[in-house]
């Protein structure tokens, strides 16, 4: 049992130890045929979560080459992007596509607000965009997008929709072959990274391209960047064995093990899993007066960013429950130092958060706001039914 400490951040995500076990084997060549049949099966695999009948690319990097590699390759400069921001990783496609030369406005939510559908339709009724990006879910605020509602707004203006699924995929549907209103409304792209929802240590940037991004690379001349190019990846994941840049071996068996994990969990459990999993926190840990910044109905299921009561010291109370074995993040920007951020995503399980709910009680209750902590546990085990 490698792990001491439980990880409840927003990524890395705890790390079960089949994964460290898949890890920690002798490093084949990548050009073994045994080693391209781990490969080749950690790419079936992908596939198979995103249902996408285009293809798929997981390449060494972390969720923010996934990115890069999404934007550049459908967008040359000059064309214009279109941003929705919930939060501080929204933002970041701003000087991402700006520093390739692509014209980019943002539609930006108040943090912990979704984004007004309206405004999104407004906007695209009035200039037409090359590509829309959308956060699943921000990592910084704990707001989910709303897809039933944005998906379709964002398809009938005929731009491509870049989903940035970092703090979702393999927690939320991304199905990309699911129609939202009319046959041709999908999501054209799906980025994610290995250390979150998919609970493998960080290390490898994950891009799906449907048809559409597909078309559109081919559709694209020079793509700035050699690294990022899909079309220099393409034949190798349609053959692993061939060799364009040295994968990331033992990261691959991992990732194998990984989604092989998600995939056996069976994909609408693990969702619904998650759903019952974020209810089940915001419940028991309001109870401490801690209070999720999203309302309800825009809460994410991966993780969720609090408010702390009157009189907590955010610093304080995170390395107090640290060293009791609890790892949980700051707030970022405008929000630090006022809520913490607590992952509850990937191969978690419900002791681990009874367990850690307890010790957040009991760290409260030393600091001098006390706090009944059984009444918590008992309020997540009540709401946690799974
Ligand atoms: C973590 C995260 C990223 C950045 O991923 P890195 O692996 O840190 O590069 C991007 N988008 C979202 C939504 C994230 O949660």
Redesign the pocket.
């Known amino acids: 049992m490698p792990n001491k400490e439980m990880l409840l951040i ?2 890395p995500t705890p790390v079960v130890d089949e994964i460290y076990e898949a890890l920690a084997a002798e490093t084949w060549a990548h050009t073994d045929p045994r080693f391209v049949s781990v490969f080749a099966n950690s790419l079936k695999l992908t596939k198979q979560l995103f249902n996408t009948d285009g293809e798929v690319f997981v390449i060494a ?7 890069e590699m999404a934007v550049v390759n459908v967008l040359a400069p000059g064309e214009k992007l279109l941003v929705i921001s919930q939060g501080y ?2 933002d ?1 496609f701003v000087p991402l596509a700006q520093t390739h030369g692509i014209q980019v406005e943002t539609l930006q939510a108040e943090w912990g607000q979704q984004v007004d559908p309206g405004a999104v339709a407004d906007k695209l009724a009035r200039e037409s965009f090359k590509a829309v990006t959308l ?5 910084s605020t704990g707001v989910v997008a709303d897809l039933a509602a944005l998906v379709p707004i964002i398809k009938r203006s005929g731009a491509l929709l870049i989903l ?5 995929a393999a927690a939320l549907d991304e199905d990309m072959q699911k129609e939202y209103g009319a046959p041709d409304y999908k999501i054209d792209l799906v ?1 994610t ?1 290995s ?2 929802a998919i609970g493998v240590p ?1 290390g490898l ?1 994950i891009v799906a391209f449907g048809p559409r991004a597909l078309a559109a690379r081919e559709a694209r001349g020079l793509v700035g960047g050699y690294y990022v190019d899909i079309k220099n990846w393409l034949p190798i994941m349609e053959n692993p064995g061939r060799y364009y840049a040295t994968p990331p071996v033992n990261m691959i068996y991992a990732f194998n093990r990984g989604m092989e994990i998600v995939m056996k969990e069976d994909l609408p459990r693990r969702y619904r899993r998650h759903e019952a999993l974020g209810k089940a926190v915001r419940a028991a840990l309001s109870t401490y007066g801690m209070k999720p910044l999203a309302s309800e109905q825009a809460a994410a299921p991966t993780l969720t960013c609090f408010l702390y009561p009157e009189g907590v010291d955010d610093l304080a109370f995170r390395r107090a429950l640290a060293a009791k074995g609890v790892v949980i993040a700051g707030a970022l920007a405008s929000l630090a130092g006022k809520a913490f951020r607590i992952g509850h995503m990937g191969n978690v399980t419900g002791e681990m958060f009874s367990q850690a709910i307890r010790l957040m009680g009991e760290t409260l209750t030393e600091m001098g706001h006390a706090v009944n902590s059984e009444a918590a546990v008992a309020k997540f085990r009540e709401v946690y039914q799974f």
């Open positions: 927003p990524g990097g972390s969720g923010t080459l996934a990115m990783f929204g970041r956060t699943h879910v921000d990592t940035d699924g970092v703090c979702a980025l990274g250390q979150k960080p940037a």
